[in-house]
């Protein structure tokens, strides 16, 4: 299982199914330790903590829930806690916490620098001069297709 090693051991764990993983590690998700999220919870009485998967199993363990970024923003949006901190790339909070005003948001912060490199203006300008052109041989664009469906088809 590709990209990370930490959501591949989260996901065998939730599974039946034997996983193997790749021995990369998001350099953001892997600075986070169950130390510092139960030191949150002492500074922080009732905070409710989401984790990203790709989070060490034992920063998951600790958590209240662990989702994608999207199922974590669901969360907040359907349950409502009166405040909460996500365990995923600090910014990833910003939209959440603007469409849920009344979730008080504690923001342990590990920033991502790559993420930074992606701005509207280059969006904008690789769509317009299409340079960068992805390519798929003929004979693996059916697996591909599929792959890509049965991903999007997981609730």
């Given at each position: 299982?590709?990209?990370?090693?930490?959501?591949?051991?989260?996901v065998a764990r939730e599974t039946s199914?034997?996983?193997?993983?790749?021995?990369?590690?998001?350099?953001?998700?892997?600075?986070?330790?169950?130390?510092?999220?139960?030191?949150?919870?002492?500074?922080?009485?009732?905070?409710?903590?989401?984790?990203?998967?790709?989070?060490?199993?034992?920063?998951?363990?600790?958590?209240?829930?662990?989702?994608?970024?999207?199922?974590?923003?669901?969360?907040?949006?359907?349950?409502?806690?009166?405040?909460?901190?996500?365990?995923?790339?600090?910014?990833?909070?910003?939209?959440?916490?603007?469409?849920?005003?009344?979730?008080?948001?504690?923001?342990?912060?590990?920033?991502?620098?790559?993420?930074?490199?992606?701005?509207?203006?280059?969006?904008?300008?690789?769509?317009?001069?299409?340079?960068?052109?992805?390519?798929?041989?003929?004979?693996?664009?059916?697996?591909?297709?599929?792959?890509?469906?049965?991903?999007?088809?997981?609730?």
């Open positions: 299982m590709l990209p990370d090693e930490f959501l591949a051991q989260n199914v034997k996983i193997i993983a790749w021995k990369g590690h998001c350099e953001v998700h892997e600075r986070f330790t169950a130390a510092e999220i139960l030191t949150l919870r002492q500074t922080h009485p009732g905070v409710v903590i989401l984790a990203h998967p790709e989070c060490p199993p034992a920063v998951v363990a600790v958590a209240d829930f662990s989702g994608s970024t999207a199922m974590m923003a669901d969360f907040v949006r359907d349950r409502r806690p009166a405040r909460v901190a996500l365990i995923t790339e600090c910014s990833m909070s910003d939209n959440v916490a603007q469409a849920n005003p009344g979730t008080e948001f504690v923001r342990p912060c590990n920033l991502c620098p790559h993420m930074k490199r992606i701005t509207l203006k280059k969006i904008r300008a690789a769509l317009e001069s299409l340079q960068t052109e992805v390519t798929i041989p003929p004979e693996l664009f059916a697996p591909a297709r599929r792959a890509v469906e049965r991903m999007l088809a997981v609730p």
